[in-house]
């Protein structure tokens, strides 16, 4: 016999035992064969200048020279959904979280001036389920399209006993490119400067820990109607996905004047504008956008008081932008060309003693 075969018969203890195989450990190698046949034309729709290669192999390749770029910074980011990914699971609606998950990595990349190159996704769960995974991978190659960078790769991780059964986790990685000479670093910004804000669809991606407690103090099921978007379910409502700013965002760039981005993410307004306005600098926001009634709904039934709410929320202004006071209208016609609201929200002011960032109405 040989004395590799681990059988039954080797082991006394191990009686009625058989060969184990990757699949009898929960690893379905067939199913992640599927899942890459099923997303190959989700990535062929992102191809551009600069990548040409197809899903499948150890590495994925990119030419910025091919892309146009003589003398490229690099720019890179990494970012997930968070528990947004919860009710998307709850509610089993998987459509959308991709473009989330591009979103919120690549309008971190046009802050600082960069076009987004290319987007890499890692997916993990405890057992593949393809239908599930290709929703979502083909919800990240719309976000990539739409944000204009090539899907050129990923990684699908099945890893039983590490999730809950139905749960998967979401990570993303992008890469742009800014010539070196435009980069966006916030030096340029300066007192008098206005402060352009651009519509959000929703909370986007951040607050979900928060917004999951006040649904359940709500006692409303995620296949109820909103009650702030009636003719929509409460869970599809706040699966709305992240607004993507790239194409808008650059095309104010080369409007020119513009000094500095800030994309409002996790910590609001209070924690993201100080990240470009220097230790100098205030910016003074007056409440002159609209506000979509999801974060209405939010304060009320959760008593989330003003202050919290901006400090958490983006509460309907996902970017905003510092511009030279004499390109405002150039600026602004450039955002409305590209298909945005643009709405002056407030201006840069000498800090002084004061804080970082005061709201109107609630900073007194």
């Known amino acids: 016999m040989d004395p590799n075969d681990r059988s039954a018969s080797n082991k006394p203890n191990d009686a009625g035992a058989g060969r184990l195989t990757y699949a009898d450990a929960g690893v379905d190698i067939d199913a992640g064969n599927a899942l890459v046949d099923r997303i190959k034309p989700f990535a062929r729709m992102t191809r551009r200048a600069g990548a040409d290669g197809a899903l499948g192999g150890f590495g994925a390749l990119f030419d910025p020279k091919a892309a146009g770029y003589q003398d490229p910074i690099l720019v890179a980011g990494t970012d997930g959904v968070g528990t947004k990914l919860k009710l998307a699971i709850e509610a089993d609606k998987h459509d959308t979280v991709g473009i989330d998950l591009v979103a919120m990595c ?39 399209k739409e944000a204009g960078c090539a899907l050129i790769g990923g990684e699908t991780a099945e890893m039983p006993g590490m999730y809950a059964d139905g749960h998967y986790d979401l990570a993303g990685f992008a890469v742009g490119a800014v010539e070196r000479d435009q980069l966006l670093d916030g030096s340029k910004t300066a007192e008098g400067d206005v402060l352009i804000g651009l519509p959000s669809s929703g909370p986007h991606s951040n607050g979900y820990s928060l917004i999951r407690r006040i649904v359940e103090r709500s006692g409303l099921a995620l296949d109820d109607s909103a009650p702030f978007q009636p003719e929509t379910s409460l869970g599809a409502a706040l699966l709305t996905p992240t607004r993507l700013y790239i194409q808008s965002c650059l095309a104010a760039i080369r409007a020119g004047g513009v000094h500095s981005l800030c994309h409002i993410t996790g910590g ?19 409440r002159s956008w609209n506000e979509p009634p999801v974060f209405q709904w939010l304060a009320e039934v959760g008593r989330v008081d003003a202050h919290e709410m901006h400090r958490t929320f983006n509460c309907g202004v996902g970017m905003v932008l510092a511009v030279a006071p004499e390109r405002e209208a150039a600026v602004s016609a450039a955002l409305v060309e590209a298909g945005e609201s643009p709405v002056r929200i407030g201006e840069l002011v000498a800090r002084e003693d004061g804080p970082a960032v005061s709201i109107a109405g609630i900073d007194g």
């Open 106 to 144: 690549v309008n971190d990349l046009v802050v600082q001036g960069a076009e987004p190159l290319f987007f890499l996704d890692y997916f993990a769960t405890g057992r593949l389920a393809v239908d599930t995974a290709a929703a979502v991978v083909e919800g990240i190659a719309g976000g990539c």
């Open 268 to 286: 609001g307004f209070y924690e993201n504008l100080p990240r470009v306005t220097g230790a100098t600098l205030s910016c003074r926001l007056e």
